[in-house]
């Protein structure tokens, strides 16, 4: 049975927007190189499209394919591809069950994806199916374990326990990125190439744009839930909220956030 996972962030406007802000060269660096023109290119889990669309250049005039669980942010990637002057099928889809027959592309991608899936490695696995002899899988994800932000803030702490435990709650593992090669390994692969990279926000126009998103996220899908389950109170949520406003506004703010990626050749 396909598993009925529950995406921790939610589709709401502020996530959405901020998914949007995503670019292939700062989500997929590792990836861009190996890209050429006239390859097919599926991106499981594309939200608003901003990094497929930058994939779908790379390849051009290869077939470029987005999906998503649900019809919500699809509107926004027709958008961004039209702008772009891209074309890109965006489609809802099931990436345990993928509607494409196999070896129908060079490459598959997903970008933080497999955090939130009960089952990884069914998806990586169906992601090998689709992908040609020879093509790519190309996966990278956040650990969230290993944020680390200066100043020092408990309030901070509080934010990152209570994102991991609403996460577990989900069955979904927010530390990912440290776990891809070993999904990698279990899904069959064998021809592996994994790596990692960091976000880092510091300057003052960064520090505001995810101080500020997660200000406002924390009230949105993952703080509801957090509600709901008796793991925080709208006190406690507020404080977080503020948390993220003092660190943006901290002229000495300063975050990271690592990432695992992983190149698999099928």
């Not at 962030?9 to 890209?35: F, W």
């Not at 925080?232 to 660190?247: E, F, K, P, Y």
Request: proline content about 6%; hydrophobic content about 45%; some cysteine.
């Amino acid at each position: 049975m396909t598993p009925k996972d529950v995406y921790t962030h939610g589709h709401g406007e502020v996530v959405v927007r901020s998914h949007a802000a995503r670019t292939a060269a700062g989500s997929a660096a590792y990836l861009l190189p190996l890209l050429r023109p006239g390859m097919d290119l599926l991106d499981v889990g594309c939200g608003p499209g901003s990094i497929t669309v930058d994939l779908a250049e790379a390849v051009a005039p290869g077939r470029v394919r987005g999906i998503e669980i649900t019809a919500g942010p699809l509107a926004d990637a027709r958008r961004a591809a039209a702008e772009r002057g891209v074309t890109v099928d965006f489609a809802v889809d099931d990436a345990y069950r993928l509607s494409d027959p196999g070896d129908s592309y060079d490459v598959t991608h997903a970008h933080q994806v497999l955090q939130h899936l009960s089952d990884p490695v069914a998806a990586l696995r169906e992601m090998r199916r689709v992908t040609r002899p020879g093509g790519l899988v190309a996966v990278r994800d956040a650990d969230y374990a290993a944020f680390t932000w200066w100043p020092a803030d408990e309030r901070l702490d509080a934010w990152l326990a209570l994102y991991r435990a609403v996460a577990h709650g989900n069955d979904a593992e927010p530390d990912a990125g440290r776990r891809l090669l070993a999904w990698a390994h279990e899904a069959g692969f064998t021809d592996v190439t994994p790596s990692a990279s960091v976000w880092c926000y510091a300057r003052p126009e960064d520090r505001t744009r995810w101080g500020g998103m997660w200000a406002e996220r924390i009230h949105s899908s993952v703080g509801q839930m957090a509600l709901e389950r008796g793991l925080a109170t709208a006190a406690d949520l507020a404080s977080i909220s503020q948390a993220w406003r003092d660190w943006a506004a901290h002229p000495d703010g300063w975050l990271m956030i690592p990432h695992g990626e992983l190149i698999a050749r099928v």
